[in-house]
């Protein structure tokens, strides 16, 4: 069985940074592609960032340039550092690997 926890989110100012993490139980991160999601209220869950096993890397142009995922594979981990955050990054921030998610962390960001 698979789990997946996200943690780091929070309340934070616009412009200001912060840095979610999930840590995966049950298999290890190595070779599977990690998916960072976002839901914010009344819209569609959306692609945030992927990372694939060689490495490879996309991010939404929303995020693009603001947004970096990374993974330890001796942690067995994943990242999201979102730096210059704006209000229109608020939402629940999800982590996903192959059909697995995690329960979402809230990240709020003030004007």
């Known amino acids: 069985q698979v789990h997946l926890v996200e943690s780091g989110g929070g309340l934070v100012q616009a412009g200001g940074s912060l840095r979610l993490s999930c840590a995966a139980s049950?298999?290890?991160?190595?070779?599977?592609?990690i998916e960072w999601y976002r839901q914010a209220p009344g819209q569609q869950r959306e692609l945030v960032a992927h990372?694939?096993?060689?490495?490879?890397?996309y991010y939404a142009n929303s995020v693009r340039g603001r947004f970096t995922i990374s993974r330890d594979n001796a942690k067995n981990t994943m990242y999201l550092q979102m730096n210059s955050l704006k209000p229109e990054d608020t939402a629940v921030y999800y982590c996903?690997?192959?059909?697995?998610w995690g329960q979402g962390t809230q990240v709020t960001v003030s004007s």
């Open positions: 996903k690997m192959n059909e697995y």
């Open positions: 049950g298999r290890p991160i190595d070779n599977e592609p």
């Open positions: 990372i694939i096993s060689d490495g490879s890397t």
